[in-house]
């Protein structure tokens, strides 16, 4: 069984950075796709980053350019850099995985989440 165990919250100024983390923990096969996903009160989860093992990465428009997927060498953690973070990144980020490579920010496609972490942005 998969698990995702992510890291605390915390709360920045705008135009600070933020760095989350997610670990995972079971057996996982050689190839899948892990992405962060957020939620602000009252709308849709909404994918924010992706990545899979063919290296191949995905961002939200909104994110592009400020956000940075990425994986540690012993494939066990994920993470999401944020930088030069707005008030409308304030929400609950989700990481979450799937094992297929096809590449994509539909929450639908993906079996295992993390718990969420609340992220913070004021202005």
């Known amino acids: 069984q998969v698990q995702l165990q992510q890291s605390e919250g915390d709360s920045v100024q705008a135009g600070g950075s933020l760095k989350l983390t997610c670990s995972v923990f079971?057996?996982?096969?050689?190839?899948?796709?892990m992405a962060w996903f957020h939620q602000s009160p009252g709308k849709d989860r909404e994918g924010v980053a992706a990545?899979?093992?063919?290296?191949?990465?995905i961002y939200a428009d909104s994110v592009q350019g400020r956000f940075t997927i990425s994986q540690d060498g012993a494939k066990n953690k994920l993470y999401l850099q944020m930088n030069n973070l707005k008030p409308e990144d304030t929400a609950m980020y989700y990481c979450?995985?799937?094992?297929?490579?096809?590449?994509?920010?539909?929450?639908?496609?993906?079996?295992?989440w993390g718990q969420g972490t609340q992220v913070t942005v004021s202005s």
């Open positions: 979450a995985l799937d094992f297929s490579l096809w590449l994509t920010l539909n929450e639908n496609d993906y079996d295992y």
């Open positions: 079971g057996s996982i096969y050689s190839s899948y796709c």
């Open positions: 990545f899979d093992t063919d290296g191949e990465t």
